[in-house]
């Protein structure tokens, strides 16, 4: 009797780990499967918006690019720019997305660093030159900076977002790019393709 | 933050009034006599002091916003610790945007999502704070350590009771209907406590000093208008895209308050950003009854960043040098003389 009742006891106990341990499993498989579905939504809506922003950016494609004259940041002159060479410009705003502006002013940097042929100029949307000198500040870079009011920025500006990233070429505008918050892998890549493209000497036709 | 709000904060919080010009007090005012300049060390890389606060006039913690850092820095102006979550929270989104000290000299960083993390008194760094907590743009604590913040969101601003964790507790306080959007777009107004837990309030449309006991009920209101202030009449849009051409046409000529600040245990200080084209910051002082104590009125062309036992501190930009090269702000410690 002892022994049927210990094979019963020792059988059940092994049973219930068994259906535990199966439990703990499925709960755990349910909680994975809920974040995959979480993160497959968040990376469709990365999507979404990747695509927005390359179909806003096809806009202004094509169009002039006038020289200008803005106060350059450092002399605090006024000063003429002209944009016939291949020219990087990198349009921002007090009211633009911070950290994306310091992100984008470093990878400008970093292209202005790497690449002779590059004329990188950056424009502020401010009557501030303080704004401009503390973000030159902080993000250490090198190439010019200017400031200008907002009536100047509608002569090119093509959309209300900020920062905006401009490649000229003789006066036209050859490529744009609207960075999105917080996807620093989506600037990188634009940066990379205008390296790409430089190194490929397409523009010096 | 929405950008609208980031472009009105400038406009309001930027000290460069002129364009390009340096911002600082070259010459005693009758108000004010220079106890020392806190000058920031050349090895730190400080785009601007964006908010500050000071704890028993012996530490400061300084927010840079351009460059998304915090400082905790003596009273010479001597590093202490550049606070930073990552020590025990890698991975935290780090924007800083204002700072606090509680009365432990704990400090409270206000975040842009997620919206709060907490630091101990020497930099230590303990975590975010609770997952419900939200960015209020101004923060006082009680002497029970609980935190009572002033939210100015949509559609309903309040003053909330939250535990030292930042989980609600209760919501009250006086808002004005008729400028819930001002109050919105704004990061004026604000609150402090005295040392009896009695909460002093102000908002953005009116000179008037909200107060109310430990239990959070409105006891007093306390009235007095400078002579320059000149209210707010209507409410700016709600619509995004009307804001900036209502924001110049209603706000042109009127007086905002901006804030108050308890200058020592038992005075307050009011501030109010004057709009008009000879633009300054008014303050006014008071005790804790209510009673004007300064006998004229005081106006500065920068704004108070902190007050303590009786010090005002300023943030001083000196201009660039001629390669463009922008030198730290530092921080100037004023006696305020108003009697």
């Given at each position: 009797m002892f022994n049927k009742n210990h094979k019963f006891f020792k059988f059940g106990f092994w049973a219930l780990i068994i259906i535990v341990v199966t439990l703990i499993n499925l709960f755990l498989n349910f909680e994975k499967s809920k974040n995959n579905s979480v993160n497959h939504i968040k990376n469709l809506d990365l999507k979404s918006i990747r695509l927005q922003t390359l179909m806003d950016s096809k806009i202004p494609l094509g169009k002039n690019f006038p020289n200008f004259s803005a106060y350059?940041?450092?002399?605090d002159k006024k000063e003429f720019k002209k944009f016939d060479e291949l020219s990087l410009v990198l349009l921002l705003a007090d009211y633009g997305c911070n950290r994306c502006q310091n992100r984008e002013l470093k990878n400008c940097q970093k292209l202005f660093e790497s690449n002779d042929e590059l004329n990188v100029v950056c424009v502020m949307n401010t009557i501030d030159r303080y704004s401009a000198l503390r973000l030159r500040k902080v993000t250490q870079v090198k190439f010019p900076m200017f400031v200008q009011d907002s009536s100047f920025f509608r002569n090119f500006s093509y959309s209300r977002n900020y920062p905006q990233l401009l490649l000229i070429h003789h006066n036209k505008i050859n490529d744009t790019f609207l960075p999105i918050p917080e996807d620093d892998d989506f600037s990188e890549w634009f940066f990379e393709y205008v390296s790409v493209k430089i190194k490929d000497s397409l523009y010096f036709n | 933050m929405e950008k609208l709000t980031i472009l009105i904060l400038f406009i309001l919080?930027?000290?460069?009034?002129?364009?390009g010009q340096p911002i600082s007090i070259e010459n005693e005012h009758k108000n004010l006599r220079l106890l020392k300049e806190i000058k920031l060390s050349d090895e730190l890389i400080i785009g601007d002091i964006t908010k500050m606060d000071s704890y028993k006039n012996e530490k400061f913690v300084i927010v840079d916003a351009v460059g998304k850092q915090v400082y905790l820095i003596d009273s010479l102006g001597q590093l202490i610790k550049t606070l930073?979550?990552?020590?025990?929270?890698?991975?935290f989104h780090w924007y800083p945007l204002s700072a606090f000290f509680n009365q432990e000299g704990n400090i409270y960083i206000i975040n842009s999502a997620p919206w709060g993390f907490k630091f101990g008194s020497n930099g230590e760094c303990f975590g975010p704070l609770d997952n419900s907590f939200l960015a209020a743009i101004s923060f006082t604590f009680n002497s029970s350590n609980q935190i009572i913040g002033y939210y100015n969101t949509l559609p309903s601003p309040t003053l909330r009771l939250m535990t030292p964790e930042g989980k609600k507790i209760k919501d009250f306080g006086f808002f004005p209907k008729e400028f819930l959007n001002v109050i919105h777009r704004f990061e004026c107004g604000g609150i402090i406590t005295d040392k009896k837990d009695n909460v002093y309030q102000v908002n953005i449309n009116s000179p008037d000093i909200f107060k109310y006991d430990k239990e959070y009920k409105l006891v007093a209101t306390y009235k007095h208008k400078p002579s320059y202030y000149k209210n707010i009449e209507t409410d700016i849009s709600s619509s995004p895209g009307e804001v900036m051409r209502d924001v110049n046409r209603i706000l042109k000529d009127k007086t905002l308050t901006q804030d108050i600040i308890?200058?020592?245990?038992d005075k307050i200080l009011v501030q109010f950003a004057q709009m008009s084209s000879e633009r300054f910051y008014g303050i006014e002082i008071f005790d804790l009854n209510g009673n004007r104590l300064n006998k004229e009125e005081i106006k500065f062309r920068?704004?108070?960043l902190a007050a303590e036992n009786g010090s005002v501190f300023f943030r001083q930009q000196k201009p660039p040098t001629a390669e463009g090269e922008l030198p730290n702000p530092s921080i100037l410690e004023y006696k305020l003389i108003f009697k």
């Open positions: 350059n940041i450092v002399s | 919080g930027s000290t460069n009034f002129v364009t930073n979550p990552e020590e025990c929270h890698p991975g308890l200058l020592d245990k920068l704004p108070v």
